[in-house]
């Protein structure tokens, strides 16, 4: 599963983050950055939670 960010629309406010940080972060800089766009099947159920969870719309999955 590939993970697609619109970051016109995001606005790092790191519920994603929260959810999966393993591959989401938002830095210091303020910026929300993707560490894997590409995980493993182990990290489906939370990708889809932060998918659902995002408050902007700003995250999509490509399967």
Do not use: H, Q
């Not at 960010?5 to 929300?32: H, K, T």
């Not at 889809?48 to 999955?61: I, K």
């Amino acid at each position: 599963m590939k993970i697609n960010v619109d970051y016109d629309l995001c606005a790092s406010n790191a519920v994603c983050m929260s959810i999966a940080p393993e591959i989401f972060e938002v830095r210091d800089d303020g910026f929300m950055y993707v560490l894997n766009e590409n995980p493993g099947s182990e990290f489906d159920a939370r990708l889809r939670e932060a998918v659902a969870s995002c408050p902007t719309g700003a995250l999509s999955l490509e399967e």
